[in-house]
């Protein structure tokens, strides 16, 4: 049998096969513990939460930056998740498109965009209203995500959560795009001020123009 030569670009196409994947899998574990309502697990077991560069920003919270910051900023969202009150008829199922990733040039950092679209159930203030009430959504945005290699296993370095509309399903996006947001807590303020990217039905989407479904991975992390 003739001997096969591997060569280094077959080596790194294998790498990248299956860091692809193990990323993947990453993501999808943390939106599995995120159905359990289990933040603690996604703070010690998905993010890099000791790395110096730890970053996530929801919504429109702002960036929570550097592992205390973050810790104490999951450390709320998991004491909100345990508790029952604001939960009566909860819903918040995300289901992630295929996503986009880069890889820098040594192999241990990563970027990636997923699309998502969520049917939601949650205390909202849809048009004519004047509080909270339980209210049915559609949901879609996109995480833009970035990852590193720490002791040959990927984790989250930094998480931003975009929205592009929260809408009560039966007045749609063009008559409210948004009736829900994610706001910082009060005990906790955020290390850089919000970014948005909320749907305008009077804003005109064009490839020549302000306003596209962004953002996007840059030619080289």
Sequence with gaps: MANTKVSQN??????RSADNSAIQMLVGQAVTYRDKMDI????????????????????ESGGYEGPEHVRAYLDFWADFFTRPDGK????????????????SEDGDRARGLWPFFSPQAKEAMPHGTDERMLTALWVCGKYDIEFIRIDGEWKILKLQQIFYMRTPYDLGWLKQADCLRILPFHALAPDTPPRYYYYRPDAVYSGDGLYTWGPFLPESI
């Design 88 to 103: 009566r008829g909860w819903m918040d199922f995300q289901h992630l498109a295929e996503p986009v990733l880069a890889f």
């Design 40 to 59: 603690k697990s996604i703070r010690d077991r998905i993010f890099a939460i000791d790395h110096p560069e730890v970053r996530i920003e929801l919504g």
């Design 10 to 15: 077959d080596i790194i196409r294998w790498r």
